[in-house]
Nanobody, 119 residues
Framework: QVQLVESGGGLVQAGDSLRLSCSAS????????VGWFRQAPGNERQFVAA????????YYADFAKGRFTISRDNSANMLDLQMNRLQREDTAVYYC????????????WGQGTQVTVSS
């Protein structure tokens, strides 16, 4: 089992930056893909970004390219999402998630952290 806990959410103004963190425990993530999703009320869960833990290969949703950066600290089992130039459309609950390489679904999820962008 993998336990995931997000932190770093908050209320910011449009144009501001925010850094989210996800702490993973339970096992090493060498064979996992870990990423971020978000969900606003009434909307579907939306993919944001992901990273292959060992290789460091990154994947970004179109809206995140150029504004968001995903990174990880292997020794600390920490996953970060640096979000720049935030807009109202970025308002959502952001979730950290993980899946094993070769598995289609992300089966491990954190509790989420709220990001609210005002303007």
């Amino acid at each position: 089992q993998v336990q995931l806990v997000e932190s770093g959410g908050g209320l910011v103004q449009a144009g501001d930056s925010l850094r989210l963190s996800c702490s993973a425990s339970g096992r090493t993530l060498s064979q996992y893909v870990v990423g971020w999703f978000r969900q606003a009320p009434g909307n579907e869960r939306q993919f944001v970004a992901a990273i292959r833990w060992s290789a460091g290969t990154t994947y970004y949703a179109d809206f995140a390219k150029g504004r968001f950066t995903i990174s990880r600290d292997n020794s600390a089992n920490m996953l970060d999402l640096q979000m720049n130039r935030l807009q109202r459309e970025d308002t959502a609950v952001y979730y950290c998630a993980a899946r094993r390489i070769g598995v289609t679904d992300f089966g491990y999820w954190g509790q989420g952290t709220q990001v609210t962008v005002s303007s």
